[in-house]
């Protein structure tokens, strides 16, 4: 369906991965592309095929190591020498790094790696989105990642550049609210694509559980085209994930992912992870039962049937979410499953005895 006939979206990282499902998605509804990678050989052979299966008009390939100096300007003037106008920009391309930084990982494919998930992503929005404000029209897709969210043991630096990116995102965001250009951020889990095995991390657990880029990619494309400012894929699991990076402790956090990021197969270790997802429950149980007590003591009598309900529901959807949590990271064990429900369950109890301690106090 060529809806967009006309229209030019550029995308780095196109020669595979979400990138190019991402790259798909364009050609199918009418775009000309602009593919840019190292790849060029596989971007020609894409090119081909999109001519050929979706009648793309034009395609444009830059082959370019975008992790080197002044990449990003290269691209954008080899995109002003063709004459060709960008109304959709995709910041795909990106490389991640497994090991322990103080000893294992290696700093020039680390230096490389902020280069390109971070210097040349900030360079290629800064050149395009000034061409998009002056013609008050445009969109822009940046690849974060649900490891944004996460401090990710193992993966450290990697999850600081995503962490850079949806945090540039988010400000943007803010600063193009009056305008028609719009920037969205695309937060995906664990990817079935190539990225775990360039970025070393093939045997770890977190690769146990890894989603379609061909989903990631449409969920990314239905945000973008709709001016989302985000979007996490893959539904409630994933939403829950994302509430709990911004709930939980932060150290809690890092455990969790310290375990997901562990070498696989260790079916001792994965009986700990349900410890793990309770204590992240405590720690939120606390912090909120507290909070809510705090409240309390300070209420009307109004209020405080409010705060009474609120524990409630605290509590509930505590229950639910370390099931889900549990659910998730301890799959083949049911009976670890059971515990850690019946621990959300004490803690249910616990939140509300909190507030209860208070009005005895109040
Ligand atoms: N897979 C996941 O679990 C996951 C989860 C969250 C976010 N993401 C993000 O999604 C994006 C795409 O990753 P993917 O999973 O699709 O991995 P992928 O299949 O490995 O794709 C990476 C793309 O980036 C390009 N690229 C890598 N280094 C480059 C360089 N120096 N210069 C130019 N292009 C370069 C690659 O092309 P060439 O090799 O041809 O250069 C390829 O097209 C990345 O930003 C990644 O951080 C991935």
């Keep these: 369906m060529n809806t967009e006939t006309g229209k030019t979206a550029l995308i780095t990282g196109a020669s595979s991965g979400i990138g190019q499902e991402l790259a798909k998605l364009f050609a199918q ?13 596989k971007l020609d052979r894409l090119g081909e095929v999109f001519k050929s299966n979706y009648g793309t008009q034009q395609v444009t390939v830059i082959g370019k190591d975008l992790s080197t100096e002044d990449a990003a300007q290269d691209v954008y003037n080899q995109v002003k020498a063709k004459g060709i106008t960008v109304d959709v920009l995709v910041n795909d391309a990106g490389v991640g790094l497994y090991g322990l930084f103080a ?9 490389a790696m ?13 050149l395009f989105l000034y061409d998009m404000l002056s013609r008050n029209e445009g969109k822009i897709l940046n690849l974060a990642s649900l ?6 043991p193992l993966m450290a630096v990697y999850a600081g550049t995503k962490a850079y990116v949806y945090n540039f995102t988010q400000s943007l965001i803010n600063e193009l609210k009056d305008t028609n250009v719009t920037i969205t951020a695309l937060l995906p889990n664990a990817t079935d694509t190539d990225f775990f095995n360039k970025a070393g991390a093939e045997n770890t657990k977190v690769t146990d559980e890894v989603q379609d880029p061909v989903m990631v990619a449409q969920a990314g494309y239905d945000a973008l085209m709709a001016g989302k400012h985000k979007i ?5 699991k994933n939403k829950s994930y994302e509430i709990l990076s911004y709930v939980a402790p932060q150290e809690a956090v890092a455990s969790m992912m310290r375990n997901k990021m562990e070498q696989k ?6 009986k700990d992870d349900s410890s ?14 507290i909070a809510l007590g705090l409240a309390y003591a300070k209420s ?3 209020d405080r049937a409010k705060y009474r309900y609120k524990a409630k529901s605290l509590a509930d959807t505590l229950s639910d979410t370390l099931s889900s949590v549990a659910d998730n990271v301890v799959s083949s064990v049911l009976d670890t499953y059971k515990t850690t429900k019946a621990k959300a369950r004490e803690l249910t109890n616990r939140a509300e005895e909190e507030v209860e301690e208070v009005e005895a106090i109040a």
């Design 147 to 152: 490891l944004s969210i996460a401090p990710s």
């Design 276 to 289: 793990i997802a309770w204590e992240i429950g405590i720690g939120i149980a606390v912090v909120a039962g």
């Design 114 to 126: 902020i280069h390109l998930n971070v210097l040349t992503l900030t360079q290629m929005t800064k």
């Design 300 to 302: 009307d009598a109004i």
């Design 232 to 236: 996490v894929p893959g539904g409630f």
């Design 103 to 111: 000893t294992d990982t290696d700093w020039e494919r680390e230096k």
């Design 265 to 270: 197969p260790d079916p001792v270790a994965e």
């Design 29 to 41: 509804d009418g775009y000309n592309l602009v593919l840019v990678a190292r790849s060029d050989d």
